[in-house]
């Protein structure tokens, strides 16, 4: 498997952390460097993190307070991005191959994201959908974060989580279509 050597790494991940600053994009990262077990939508998995991102996501999303109420438009959402130690090359020792793992922190409403840990959710986000939003152009942490906020805009309720909370949201996204488009 291809990896960078570390100070190389370390390197590309500064540059791509002053492309998302000159983008407007607060985020806070740390240098972890050692194993964590993240949950995914195939299950918590352990793999080995090099740096952890916590980013403020800049997309037009719902959140829903209580279970019947109508949801309310959220702006500003917040995720950890943990990059692996094999980024950015995509790797076959883990289940996903994604170089990175997402955990959702902030509320949502969401039929592709589970409720954010923040708001005592498992905040998996669905990994099917975000591939296919993004990995053509994952090759920077930008990228990624374009990724999520496109997720976030335009919901697949063919495809809802697990969850009971994500079922419900994709069943008010079929009956409210246009809701976040207005």
């Not at 460097?33 to 993190?49: M, S």
């Not at 999303?61 to 980024?87: F, K, N």
């Not at 996903?96 to 902030?106: E, K, M, Q």
């Amino acid at each position: 498997m291809p990896k960078l050597p570390r100070a190389l790494l370390e390197r590309r991940l500064k540059n791509e952390e002053e492309e998302l600053r000159s983008k407007g994009y607060s985020f806070r990262s740390r240098s972890v460097w050692a194993e964590a077990n993240i949950p995914t939508v195939l299950g918590r998995e352990t793999v080995p993190v090099a740096y952890a991102f916590d980013v403020r996501l800049k997309a037009k999303g719902l959140v829903r307070l209580y279970p019947d109420d109508d949801p309310s438009v959220l702006e500003e959402h917040e995720a950890q991005l943990s990059v692996l130690e094999s980024y950015p090359y995509v790797t076959d020792k883990s289940r996903l191959g994604a170089p990175f793992r997402l955990l959702w922190t902030s509320p949502i409403f969401h039929p592709n994201i589970a409720q954010g840990t923040s708001a005592g959710g498992p905040g998996i986000v669905c990994w099917d959908l975000l591939k296919g939003l993004i990995w053509t152009n994952l090759d920077t942490l930008f990228g990624i974060v374009k990724g999520l906020e496109l997720l976030i805009e335009h919901p697949n309720t063919k495809s809802p989580l697990r969850f009971e909370q994500c079922i419900d949201a994709a069943k008010w996204f079929d009956a409210h279509p246009d809701y976040l488009h207005k």
